[in-house]
């Protein structure tokens, strides 16, 4: 028998998996500590450890060096773009893959998610000519508009429909002289809505997290987008390393806070691919 | 509000109608992208000259590419960071998920939190951060190390040999979190009465571990390897990051993503940079089926 084993494991996972929670959590905690500390500070010996008082000042500096707050505003306004434009577009493809039988249809969705498992360097290139040619470049649409065809979204939407919305209640509706657009957008829409806002998280921080998108075609520092105003700053000979901190941890302050609030729900939808 | 009959759907053209916004778009951005990207891989353009001044150029991009010493280190590189990030986040991540879906139950879901945080967060932010906790004099990584373990500071950006090993960390740090939660959820389906049986029959923990645990675990390992391989072969935006969009000294941080972005957008060659994307996508496919070689049942061998 094994008894001892069984009397230390538990005492020992607990140690092992808390120790790695911590360095998972650290990173976060400097950033945001160095979010408060002026560059000489962030390089001194030994680093700070505690939060200093520097963080308007950092911020002076980025309003200074970017168009920050517009950086902000066109973040938002990208990531809310490209939230609502998926969330309409899968919502009415995933429920027309779930409950209505048309030609290619199968032939369609194993299309769509074949395109799913396409590494993203596929389309790098192909894009940005797509959008020079449309004239989309350095327009915020370049980046809101292609990832609303989400095949994510329609693979998330038609599980979702298949597995909770019965045909019968359509059916029914229908009887009752219910017309097809107000099935979906009265009966079909409101019983989504717990996949709408699993789906409507996860695209707003992929939006917001973008960096090859608004890489490849925004041109003009007043159009970019966080992440991309952030990468501006850094220079091989004189980078703010403070108001570059401030600026990370004002772009991770909204994501940490939609986890806390979310998880459970974010953590089953990225994973939904894999858990059925 | 009731719309006359003759403008009422009729449930037969109705699918065409939803799908017809997504379809339109997915045809436009997912599928005309990829056809195009195979036709410029047979073509040289260079975007100052227009778009009618292309040429058919044959399999030059391709040989041009093969032949290309930078490709070819690229392509190390990625596969140097492809495991050196991938096999540890599988090593941790299985151990972890068996002790959290052992010994955790009310502060499960504060625990994977801690470790799926990373996953969510702005890779440029985080990329940005650990440029600074990896600065040779001042940085906290080498504070720590210098604490633990004494020796010279490690120029850990400076030098080639150094900047993967810091990249995989990244990467490492940001990716273990999802596998330990796609490992709890195979976990969780396990049948109990399995390890009541064996402890019953007398088996340790261990013997539990090897015998029950990573045997039901095998097709979600196969999955999160895939996963791995197809992700840690395109990475791009933390070496990114790390080295100023340039790859590093001596390019050692310069994966395939960055070298085929780079023959684009900075050396203007769109056609080169096309065939390259095809031969590492035939590269993700190769890999990808040979993981799948590797974990498949053989003989009845379980």
């Known amino acids: 028998m094994n008894a001892s084993n069984d009397r230390i494991a538990p005492w020992t996972a607990y140690v092992i998996v808390g120790i790695g929670a911590l360095i998972m959590l650290a990173p976060f905690y400097f950033m945001f500590v160095f979010a408060t500390q002026s560059r000489t500070e962030i390089f001194s010996l030994p680093p700070p450890v505690w939060f200093g008082d520097d963080f308007l000042d950092n911020l002076k500096i980025l309003t200074d060096r970017l168009p920050f707050w517009r950086n902000l505003g066109w973040s938002l306004y990208v990531a809310l773009a490209s939230t609502a434009l998926t969330l309409l577009f899968c919502s009415m493809g995933g429920y027309a893959f779930a409950l209505f039988e048309f030609r290619f249809k199968n032939a369609l969705f194993a299309l769509v998610m074949g395109t799913m498992l396409l590494p993203s360097f596929m389309n790098m290139i192909p894009t940005f000519m797509i959008m020079d040619a449309l004239g989309w470049i350095d327009q915020p649409r370049a980046l ?17 429909v298949t597995t909770s919305i019965p045909k019968d209640l359509i059916e029914a509706a229908r009887m009752d002289g219910c017309s ?11 019983l989504l809505k717990p996949a709408l806002g699993t789906l409507g998280l996860i695209t707003f921080i992929a939006s917001w997290n973008n960096f090859i ?16 105003a952030l990468r501006s700053l850094q220079s091989p000979v004189d980078t703010e390393w403070g108001a570059l901190m401030t600026g990370s941890a004002i772009a991770t302050i909204p994501l940490v806070i939609l986890f806390i609030l979310s998880s459970r729900q974010l953590i089953a939808g990225l994973t939904a691919g894999a858990v059925k | 509000m009731k719309l006359p009959r003759a403008l009422q759907l009729s449930p037969v053209w109705t699918p065409y109608v939803l799908l017809s916004p997504f ?3 997915f045809c436009i951005f997912g599928l005309f992208p990829l056809a195009f990207s195979l036709y410029l891989a047979f073509q040289t353009w260079e975007p100052t000259s227009g778009l009618t001044a292309m040429s058919f150029v044959g399999l030059d991009n391709f040989v041009f590419s093969l032949q290309d010493e930078w490709f070819w280190k690229s392509l190390k590189n990625t596969a140097w960071l492809a495991v050196a990030s991938g096999v540890p986040q599988h090593l941790v991540a299985i151990p972890l ?22 996953y969510i967060t702005s890779t440029v932010a985080i990329a940005i951060l650990f440029s600074s906790l990896f600065s040779t004099d001042f940085g906290l990584v080498n504070a720590g190390l210098r604490a633990l373990f004494g020796g010279e500071p490690i120029d850990w950006l400076g030098r080639p040999e150094n900047i993967k090993p810091a990249i995989a960390m990244i ?3 940001r990716y273990v979190g999802f596998n330990v939660v796609l490992y709890l959820a195979a976990l969780q389906t396990i049948p109990k009465d399995l390890y009541e049986a064996a402890t019953m029959d007398g088996a340790g923990r261990l013997q539990q571990f090897f015998f029950i645990t990573l045997p ?12 791995s391989v197809i992700g840690g072969l395109q990475l791009f935006e933390e070496p990114f990051i790390l080295t100023g969009g340039r790859g590093g000294s001596d390019q050692s941080g310069m994966t395939t993503a960055i070298y085929l972005y780079r023959m684009a957008f900075d ?13 590492l996508f035939f590269v993700v496919v190769v890999l990808t089926w040979l993981t799948n070689r590797a974990f498949k049942p053989r003989g009845g061998s379980a």
């Not at chain 1, 508009?145 to 939407?157: D, N, R, T, Y």
């Not at chain 1, 490849?216 to 987008?225: A, L």
């Not at chain 2, 039901?216 to 996963?227: D, E, N, Q, R």
């Open chain 1, 213 to 228: 998108g608004p890489l490849i075609v925004m041109r003009s520092p007043e159009n970019y987008t966080l992440p991309l």
């Open chain 1, 144 to 160: 809101y508009v292609p990832g609303a065809a989400s095949a994510f979204g329609i693979f998330l939407m038609r599980q979702f």
């Open chain 2, 171 to 173: 990467v490492f740090w």
């Open chain 2, 216 to 227: 039901s675990l095998k097709p979600m390992i196969y999955f999160g390897v895939t996963l």
């Open chain 2, 267 to 279: 050396f203007n060659d769109f056609g080169a940079a096309s065939a390259m994307s095809w031969l």
């Open chain 2, 23 to 25: 379809v339109v778009l």
């Open chain 1, 180 to 190: 097809e657009l107000s099935i979906y957008a009265r009966i079909v829409l409101p």
């Open chain 2, 97 to 118: 998920a068996v002790f959290i879906h052992n010994s955790f139950v009310r502060s499960r879901n504060a625990v994977v939190g801690a470790y799926f945080l990373p």
